[in-house]
Nanobody, 111 residues
Framework: VQLVESGGGLVQPGGSLRLSCAAS????????MSWYRQAPGKEREFVAR????????IYADSVKGRFTISRDNSKSTVYLQMNSLKFEDTAVYYC?????WGQGTQVTVSS
């Protein structure tokens, strides 16, 4: 299993970023995909999840209404569209499938 995140970067408060996670080594369409994040000095926390059947989603309260998780099964890729970014969204963002994690991508919200 391989998970490769991309799309992180530096953005001003109120800005947007779209993260991608390209997956391989398993039947992508059959599995739940999740995003987590870890801010400096804090524990890793759940951000969003998308289920395989029907594409149902759940979100952490802190990102609800601002972030959108989606998936493209034809590309074995899961996305995280992040809008109205806040300082407190600064973290390394990780993709998770099964018990596997990607290497993470840094998101920094700063003016």
């Amino acid at each position: 299993v391989q998970l490769v995140e991309s799309g992180g970067g530096l953005v001003q408060p109120g800005g947007s970023l779209r993260l991608s996670c390209a997956a391989s080594g398993f039947t992508f369409s059959s599995y739940v995909m999740s995003w987590y994040r870890q801010a400096p000095g804090k524990e890793r926390e759940f951000v969003a999840r998308i289920f395989s059947a029907g594409g149902n989603t759940i979100y952490a309260d802190s990102v609800k209404g601002r972030f959108t998780i989606s998936r493209d099964n034809s590309k074995s890729t899961v996305y995280l569209q992040m809008n109205s970014l806040k300082f407190e969204d600064t973290a390394v963002y990780y993709c998770k499938a099964l018990s596997y994690w990607g290497q993470g991508t840094q998101v920094t919200v700063s003016s």
